[in-house]
């Protein structure tokens, strides 16, 4: 009944409520010229059974069965099918944040777990209750980093997903905050010597993100050494959650800010997505958004509270240090299920999984193709450089139902036609294969025009 507008009858009655006549005695205020009086151009109204068979319809337009080696801040894993069945109870269907939050004791206790795995996951003390995303969390966390350090300017490894460090910039634009860009060295990490020289007594922060957007892991030691002899906090950024499986986390950081997309949360387009920002305790009075804690009642049973809520929604106004209005709860609800489904080794399998599919993939691709920055560590992500531009050669991808790798000239114009390709544990070896294959195919054919080309003028 909710979707269907109201009888004239219900129209009548409210009018008379409110002392109106008519509709036109209602809207009175608004100047005639301002008001329609004519039906909207729209199509007509569809029957149940039409507007079901428009969407099976639009359906079959989508692509179903591809294989995609699209990475960069989204990726495809397995989605358990317990993750939907769970969400759809009706306890945790009403996704919005709770305003009288101790009543609602089962979503406390689903944000109380998720904060406490992703300290488990991420080496920190304190987790929040999930931002919006991957790219708000890093510029909250970068906020965060300049009151805390009373410092004003910040240092951005240019390694950071570019979407990411657009939305830094936007933050920036009013906050009064200088932001400075620190290049990557030939193996595709940050430049040390670079961030040494370039950082100031007024940074606030270094922020980094490991694996990076060309996937490759970070010395994250290192960064941490330069930034805390400095004098500034290290905020890395993490866009792929499942290399916490297997790469060691960045226990060296001041702050981390992570996208936990890969944790159960379908690919949908671009969002939404769950934001996670993780610190230490001392840092906790300075951390957006909540934080539940756990204690007991009266009569000693455990209960879960709103220890912290530091947004401007509680109170706080414009003392609050963040104007994010949702801690995303039903998104961190499947990031939530998801951990506890796959717990420690589930983890570390899923992650050697996707290690494994990268390095047969990375291997093949150099065979025929140029892999850049393979001397350095990386996770599921990697770059290949070809002959021909990587659009040409995805456009025939996608004849073979496969979407290919991200062409990085739109970002980094320096690498000419490279791409960033991804394999996670639902990338076939056939599929990977396939793919090769293209490519090789490809290389030989402009080898072929070059050898063709010299030909003739010699």
């Known amino acids: 009944?909710?979707?269907?507008?109201?009888?004239?009858?219900?129209?009548?009655?409210?009018?008379k409520a409110i002392g109106a006549r008519s509709v036109d005695d209602l809207f009175a205020s608004i100047p005639?010229?301002?008001?329609?009086?004519?039906?909207?151009?729209?199509?007509?109204?569809?029957?149940?059974?039409?507007?079901?068979?428009?969407?099976?319809?639009?359906?079959?337009?989508?692509?179903?069965?591809?294989?995609?080696?699209l990475g960069a801040g989204a990726y495809f894993h397995y989605r358990p099918v317990i993750i939907d069945s769970l969400i759809s109870r009706g306890e945790f269907l009403t996704a919005y944040t709770p305003y009288q939050a101790e009543i609602s004791q089962g979503t406390l206790q689903s944000i109380f777990e998720f904060q406490t795995m992703i300290c488990e996951l991420t080496g920190m003390e304190v987790?929040?209750?999930?931002?919006?995303?991957?790219?708000?969390?890093?510029?909250?966390a970068v906020m965060m980093a300049v009151r805390l350090t009373g410092r004003r300017s910040v240092m951005v490894a240019r390694t950071l997903h570019p979407e990411y460090r657009e939305v830094l910039a936007t933050y920036a634009t009013h906050q009064g905050m200088p932001l400075s860009i620190a290049n990557y060295a030939q193996d595709g990490r940050l430049n040390l010597q670079e961030l040494e020289k370039s950082i100031t007594p007024e940074t606030a922060c270094v922020l980094v993100q490991s694996p990076n957007f060309f996937g490759i892991v970070e010395d994250i030691d290192a960064i941490a050494q330069i930034a805390h002899q400095n004098g500034a906090m290290l905020v890395v950024s993490i866009a792929e959650a499942v290399s916490l499986g297997i790469v060691e986390p960045p226990r060296q950081a001041d702050v981390i800010a992570m996208e936990a997309q890969s944790f159960g949360v379908p690919l949908g387009f671009g969002g939404p997505y769950c934001g996670v920002i993780a610190t230490r305790e001392k840092n906790v009075r300075q951390m957006p958004g909540r934080l539940v804690g756990q204690t007991t009642d009266k009569q000693g049973n455990r209960g879960f509270v709103l220890t912290l809520a530091t947004r401007e929604q509680h109170i706080r106004r414009e003392k609050a240090t963040s104007n994010i209005c949702t801690n995303q709860a039903l998104v961190a609800l499947m990031v939530n299920i998801f951990m506890t489904i796959y717990g420690r080794v589930g983890l570390k399998e899923l992650a050697k999984q996707n290690l494994a599919k990268t390095a047969y993939a990375a291997t093949q691709f150099a065979r025929h193709g140029k892999?850049?920055?393979?001397?350095?560590?990386?996770?599921?992500?990697?770059?290949?450089?070809?002959?021909?531009?990587?659009?040409?050669i995805n456009s025939r991808l996608l004849g073979h139902k496969m979407i290919g790798g991200l062409p990085l000239k739109k970002f980094y114009p320096e690498l000419g036609n490279s791409s960033l390709w991804c394999c996670t544990e639902l990338t076939t070896r056939s599929a990977i294969d396939t793919a090769v294959g293209l490519v090789a195919e490809s290389e030989r054919s402009v080898r072929s025009a070059k050898e063709e080309v010299e030909e003739v003028t010699r």
Not at 45 to 61: K, L
Not at 127 to 140: F, I, K, L, P, V
């Open 1 to 15: 009944m909710r979707y269907l507008p109201k009888s004239p009858d219900d129209r009548e009655a409210m009018l």
């Open 371 to 392: 892999v850049l920055f393979g001397g350095a560590p990386r996770f599921n992500e990697f770059v290949v450089e070809t002959s021909e531009d990587p659009y040409a």
């Open 32 to 69: 005639a010229e301002y008001r329609l009086r004519r039906d909207l151009k729209i199509p007509r109204q569809m029957a149940e059974s039409e507007i079901v068979d428009f969407f099976r319809q639009r359906s079959r337009e989508n692509g179903d069965g591809y294989t995609s080696f």
């Open 127 to 140: 987790a929040n209750a999930s931002m919006y995303d991957g790219s708000t969390a890093a510029a909250e």
